[in-house]
């Protein structure tokens, strides 16, 4: 079965900086296009960092240098390094398999971790 747990949030000052990690199971990091998704209050969750199989990553335009995804393929985790945090980045943030993520019945999704970064 698909799982994915994530950790590493909390409250945080603007310009400081938190490490998110998503432990997964049932399938494995290094085969998948993964990526970090963030909902913020009101609004659907988006994908915010995303990492292809052979380790290319991309990022949604306002958080490209500041955000960092990376994976540990021998423990098949996920990684969000986040620096220089803004207000504008509060949120809960998951991670999922990108290409699932677009399907509607896709039903395994963790609880998130939610950051919260005060002005």
């Known amino acids: ?23 997964t199971s049932g399938i494995a990091v290094s085969d998948n296009a993964m990526g970090w998704y963030r909902r913020t209050s009101g609004e659907e969750r988006a994908l915010v960092a995303g990492i292809t199989r052979t ?12 955000f960092t995804i990376s994976r540990d393929n021998a423990k098949n985790i996920l990684y969000l390094q986040m620096n220089n945090l803004e207000p504008e980045d509060t949120g809960v943030y998951y991670c ?3 290409a699932a993520a677009l399907r509607q019945d896709w039903p395994y999704w963790g609880q998130g971790v939610p950051v919260t970064v005060s002005s």
């Not at 698909?2 to 945080?12: I, K, R």
Request: aromatic content about 2%; some cysteine; glycine content about 18%.
């Open 55 to 66: 380790g290319t990553t991309s990022y949604e335009d306002t958080l490209r240098g500041r």
């Open 96 to 98: 999922n398999l990108i």
């Open 1 to 23: 079965q698909v799982q994915m747990v994530e950790s590493g949030g909390g409250l945080v000052q603007a310009g400081g900086s938190l490490t998110l990690s998503c432990e």
